[in-house]
């Protein structure tokens, strides 16, 4: 079956251009999370949605990030005017369940679109 | 907030030896250790997790202890095959925070044939 899907894959933008970035999760997944991985460290939450709501918004850096999921499936990620402090690789991932459902939910992450900022 | 230290950075082995990645988390409330491996150009995928209720599990050649105590918590991979070359991040969750891991910085592990 297929697998969170992300696009672009790449995006190069100039410094304070806006970027959107795209997330298709797996098919049914409740559970949408954004992540950003520079370069050599680990990736690091950004934001969290059940469904369409965003339950959690506490990692995202600045009001210029901003992320939407309207109908619980596809999530957007929206970046206005880039800095190069931008530059990233940008990761979503799904999971199964919410709160409600169960814990311990498996995250599925997609391949990410690495973002670069001239 | 949570703040997870993983080592080594780097980490290179000849096939067939053991490698051990290990990682030290500082809140006391998580209670939930996934470990991820991410291949070039791929997303982490997970290969073992932990919950605080258990001390060790295993999968075949890979095995993860849990020291709650101490706060940390280690990956050990027998055998080593040079398809187990990759970055491998540790990360730590409250399982009531929404599954918003605390990752490690990664170990890039090397298993020269």
């Known amino acids: 079956g297929a697998g969170v899907s992300q696009s672009p894959r790449y995006k190069v933008a100039k410094r304070g251009q806006d970027v959107a970035l795209r997330c298709d999760p797996i098919?049914?997944?409740?559970?949408l999370f954004w992540y950003q991985q520079a370069l050599g460290q680990g990736p690091e939450f950004l934001t969290y949605?059940?469904?369409?709501?965003?339950?959690?918004k506490s990692g995202l850096p600045s009001d210029r990030f901003f992320a939407e999921r309207p109908e619980g499936s596809v999530s957007t990620l929206k970046i206005q005017r880039t800095q190069q402090e931008d530059s990233a690789v940008y990761l979503c991932?799904?999971?199964?369940?919410?709160?409600?459902?169960?814990?311990?939910?498996?995250?599925?992450f997609g391949p990410g679109t690495r973002l670069t900022v001239l | 907030g949570e703040n997870v230290e993983q080592h080594p950075s780097t980490l290179s082995v000849q096939e067939g030896d053991s490698a051990v990645i290990k990682c030290t988390y500082s809140?006391?409330?998580?209670?939930?250790f996934p470990w991820y491996k991410q291949e070039l150009g791929k997303g982490p995928q997970l290969i073992i997790d932990?919950?605080?209720?258990?001390g060790e599990k295993k999968d075949q050649r890979i095995a993860v202890t849990l020291n709650k105590t101490a706060k940390h918590f280690s990956l050990h991979i027998t055998e080593t095959q040079p398809e187990d070359s990759a970055v491998y991040f540790c990360?730590?969750?409250?399982?009531?925070?929404?599954?918003?891991?605390?990752f490690g910085d990664g170990t890039t592990l090397t298993v020269k044939p």
């Open positions: 991932a799904s999971s199964l369940g919410g709160l409600a459902v169960s814990s311990y939910n498996e995250q599925f």
């Open positions: 098919s049914g997944h409740v559970s």
């Open positions: 949605f059940q469904n369409e709501a965003q339950l959690d």
């Open positions: 809140d006391s409330a998580s209670n939930y």
């Open positions: 932990i919950r605080s209720n258990v």
């Open positions: 990360a730590a969750e409250v399982v009531t925070n929404a599954g918003k891991s605390t």
